[in-house]
């Protein structure tokens, strides 16, 4: 698959949730990089590389994921002696990611299904891979578990998640996002995954989690978030916002009934904050942290040390 496709594929959603939009961008980066002419000059292959980066990084704003992955594969890659140590470091580097990204995922369902008690019921919100890896493998641990799945509109991402789970024999009960408060009483735990972890332990994830939490909270449940390291989003540290990222109105109203309703404004954010205090628990690869040491991990997994900080005025 050529770049183009990749990141049209990103852009449609056809690749989608915040781990897949990381692999699969290094990955098309590591295959792009074997389709440019070998020409002996480091730094065309760093700009052709740059460029192709720049593609990537252009499709989706709020997962970040895709930043933070694309960074840990060029960084190295950028003070490269010659042609040939940059595509071998960027192909090492390519690997490294795909393979400790899917070894994140294995050790994070492990420890989120310790944190998933026998007997319990567990509403998920969205299609996120390290929540539903911590609901299969707690099931795997023959624990007798039930699941409460949003529908997740507009995309309708809980269809994906309904399917999963039935194809693990989970028992599943289907609702609409605004029956989350409702159905709160009969939940245990809230297990989500994130899309970008702020310095102070906001978590962004797909919009009507920060309700859930808010409920969760309100019925005195658990909110647990599971989510890789290269999740969390060392540039909330200078101050960077997270753009939250907003779909074509279409998603929500066709057009053409939009258009009998000129008084009528559509919004489509698709992600939202869910501040520290409605969080319980982050369950990352490193261990599970309460949300207020987001900085620890930024620091030791992502390098972003008080040293590095400096280096970002310079
Ligand atoms: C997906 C979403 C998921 C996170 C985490 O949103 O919000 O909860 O990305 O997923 P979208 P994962 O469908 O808009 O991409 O745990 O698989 O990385």
């Keep these: 698959m050529s770049i183009n496709d990749t990141a049209d594929k ?3 959603m056809e690749i989608r949730g915040a781990g897949k939009i990381a692999r699969e961008a290094v990955s ?9 002419p070998r020409t002996g000059d480091v730094s065309i292959f ?4 740059e460029l192709a980066a720049d593609l990537l990084l252009a499709t989706r704003p709020t997962a970040v994921s895709l930043p933070n992955a694309v960074q840990i594969v060029m960084r190295d890659v950028r003070s490269a002696s010659n042609e040939e140590a940059a595509r071998r470091i960027l192909r090492e580097k390519a690997n490294e990611f795909i393979w400790s990204s899917r070894t994140a995922l294995d050790r994070i369902s492990v420890m989120g299904a310790n944190h998933i008690p026998d007997g ?14 911590s609901i299969i493998e707690a099931k795997r641990q023959g624990k007798d578990i039930e699941v409460y ?3 997740v509109r507009p995309w309708n991402q ?6 999963t789970l039935n194809d693990h024999e989970i028992p599943t009960t289907y609702i609409v996002d605004s029956a989350a408060r409702t159905m709160m009483k009969e939940v245990d735990l809230v297990i989500v995954g994130a899309d970008a972890i702020t310095v102070n332990g906001a978590v962004v994830n797909k919009i009507g989690t920060s309700q859930i ?9 658990n909110v647990i978030v599971t989510a890789e390291t290269y999740k969390f989003a060392p540039r909330t540290i200078l101050g960077e916002r997270i753009q939250i990222e907003e779909r074509p109105t279409n998603e929500v109203l066709p057009d053409d009934i939009a258009a009998g309703l000129p008084f009528v404004r559509i919004k489509n954010p698709v992600f939202d904050v869910t501040p520290a205090e409605y969080i319980d628990l982050i369950i990352t690869e490193a261990g599970a942290i309460p949300p207020h040491l987001a900085f620890t991990i930024m ?11 400096q280096n970002q005025f310079l």
């Design 213 to 221: 939490a808010l409920c969760a909270h309100e019925a005195r449940k």
């Design 46 to 49: 760093i700009r052709e590389m």
């Design 149 to 151: 799945a949003t529908e």
């Design 299 to 309: 620091r030791e997994y992502l390098g972003w040390g008080l040293g590095e900080l």
């Design 28 to 36: 098309a980066l590591r295959d792009h990089a074997e389709t440019l």
């Design 158 to 163: 809980g269809r994906i998640t309904i399917k």
């Design 10 to 12: 990103i852009i449609s």
């Design 120 to 133: 319990s019921v567990v509403m998920t919100h969205c299609n996120s891979s390290a929540a539903l890896g």
